[in-house]
């Protein structure tokens, strides 16, 4: 305390010196018992003959403080809560390494208080339906695969259709629709008005590329005069603003921006939004099931075996040819395995460590529209002018990695040439086999019947093939759309429609409700067998 009779200045330097010394450090009883604390003291022998870790009664209160401080210091206790999922790369690592204990490697020990009981699934017994190492199957469909079966062949034999105008380069926008006017299954939803009778964006001055392509296609195959596909070449840039009209462009992109467009039209049609939609989902439209399938990529550790899949969905194949007199071996080039070492080496998700590994890809479903494009242009544009044969019956089954594709074989139906030196310049012309198996030569206005020995003779840029046996389910499929059955239907909306086709009857693709759709337990309809 400051001193009475001493001045202002000594009190001042007196609370100073009083703030600086250590202050009085309060203690209050602790609510638990500090196991740790208890056992840490129990180790080492009192020097003031008490008991191990009891205050001295003899020492000031300062010392008995420092005692309780140093204490609290100590390593505390540890609370261990048991883990909410399994650590499948522990349980990995500890497979690698012998145990010290007398057990099995990575068993658990014996002494320890865990219940042996609770074993936890290792990663080779853990299997489900999502492993990510298998093509991941649709929650539901938006169009019945078994229905394939009945339009993927022509109905009815008929002449040949009539040719297209060319309104301003527009070749190769001609030889591409030829082709797929000529392809059985498009034919057949066309001329059922699959799309159009659902759609409402074509109508009142919109624009549909499903809808204009479904008129065109009725138009040109049941006609023997020249047909102008005005609509489609007037909106052009709506597949793309890379086209313009007027301009010769490569007819591989117009084509594949056009299905692009189909598959979008045909989720449209069925208000779902594209980014809204599992893919997998989106992947089951009549589109799809037309001219899509899935690649696999698979990557093999040669130190543990380990193979890691990943499956990518495609609408068409693009193949290498240098080196490659023919169709059967640029697809062998295309699925020969890849060597992945040194500089390129694996990372190992088992081994842990950068690896030796193989890497191929393979077809794992194949599609019903098999569509090949030859890469015959470099990176400048450049024709590659090698001869490549192509038969007309083909087989995929050395490319294919699918164990429940018994038939792979597929039939030539379309063939698209380019003539010229240059991507941006030069002429394309197709040829299409008629619903009669004859041979047509569709260059631009002008159709002319040819054998098949012309046909093989060109220089093909791209190659189009129908699969001889559609491919399948073998197990009934079970589509969650409630508006399938009449009795399931909301208040406000139109039944499910049946479309007719020239024979069998096919389910239609119908507009979803999308309030039913993310509902918490979704109605299970069995979809009728055709």
């Known amino acids: 305390s400051p001193d009475p009779k001493a001045s202002g ?76 999922r399994i650590d499948t790369m522990a349980e990995i690592s500890s497979k690698k390494y012998v145990a010290i204990n007398g057990g099995k490697p990575g068993s658990p020990d014996p002494k320890a208080s865990i219940d042996p009981s609770k074993k936890r699934k290792t990663l080779s017994t853990e299997k489900s339906a999502d492993d990510e190492n298998e093509l991941r199957k649709p929650t539901y469909e938006l169009f019945d695969e078994k229905a394939m079966k009945e339009i993927m062949h022509w109905k009815q034999v008929k002449r040949i259709g009539g040719g297209l105008n060319n309104l301003g380069n527009t070749c190769f926008l001609n030889a591409a629709l030829q082709c797929l ?13 699959l799309h159009s009778q659902h759609c409402s964006a074509g109508g009142k001055g919109g624009f549909c590329i499903f809808c204009a392509l479904e008129k065109h296609i009725n138009s040109a195959i049941n006609t023997n005069a020249i047909v102008s596909p005005n609509q489609i ?9 890379q086209f313009r009209r ?83 071996k640029a697809f062998a080039h295309f699925t020969k395995v890849e060597i992945l070492d040194e500089r390129n080496k694996y990372k190992c998700p088992r081994c842990l460590k950068m690896v030796k590994a193989q890497k191929r890809f393979t077809i794992r479903q194949c599609p019903n529209i098999l569509t090949v494009q030859l890469k015959r242009f470099n990176i400048f544009g450049g024709k590659i002018r090698d001869v490549v044969s192509f038969p007309e019956q083909l087989d995929l089954a050395p490319y294919i990695s699918d164990p429940n594709e018994h038939d792979a074989t597929y039939t030539l139906y379309g063939v698209l040439v380019h003539a010229g030196g240059h991507s941006g310049s030069g002429h394309y012309y197709s040829f299409v086999k008629s619903s009669g198996n004859f041979w047509y030569n569709m260059d631009d206005s002008h159709v002319t019947q040819v054998s ?28 969650e759309n409630e508006i399938s059955q009449k009795s399931q239907v909301p208040k406000g909306k139109s039944p499910a429609k049946e479309t007719k086709l020239p024979g069998p009857k096919i389910i239609s693709e119908t507009p979803v409700n999308k309030k039913s759709m993310q509902a918490k337990s979704p109605v299970k309809v069995q979809v009728e067998s055709v």
């Open 9 to 84: 200045m000594e009190n001042a330097e007196l609370i100073a010196i009083s703030k600086v010394l250590p202050q009085r450090i309060k203690f209050h009883k602790a609510r638990r018992i500090d196991t740790m604390a208890e056992i840490s003291s129990k180790k080492y022998v009192a020097i003031n003959g008490g008991k191990p870790g009891s205050p001295d009664p003899k020492a000031s209160g300062m010392e008995n403080a420092e005692l309780i401080a140093i204490s609290k210091v100590l390593p505390q206790r540890i609370k261990f809560h048991k883990a909410r």
């Open 181 to 193: 006017s000529y392809t059985a299954p498009l034919a057949n939803i066309s001329a059922a008005k």
């Open 233 to 241: 070449v007037n909106s052009i840039r709506s597949l793309g603003s």
């Open 246 to 328: 007027g301009r010769q462009e490569d007819s591989h992109e117009f084509l594949r921006c056009l299905i692009e467009g189909l598959q979008k039209a045909s989720l449209r049609a069925l208000g779902l939004a594209e980014k809204k939609i599992d893919p997998r989902v989106a992947e089951t439209t009549v589109i799809h099931r037309i001219f899509g399938g899935y690649l696999q990529s698979q990557v093999h550790c040669t130190a543990c075996d380990y193979q890691s899949n990943t499956f990518d969905p495609f609408m068409d194949l693009s193949l290498e040819i240098k080196k490659c007199n023919s169709l059967e």
């Open 452 to 479: 098949p020995k012309v046909v093989q003779q060109q220089q093909a840029y791209m190659l189009f093939y129908a699969k001889n046996q559609p491919r399948n389910c073998s197990t009934p499929v079970q589509v």
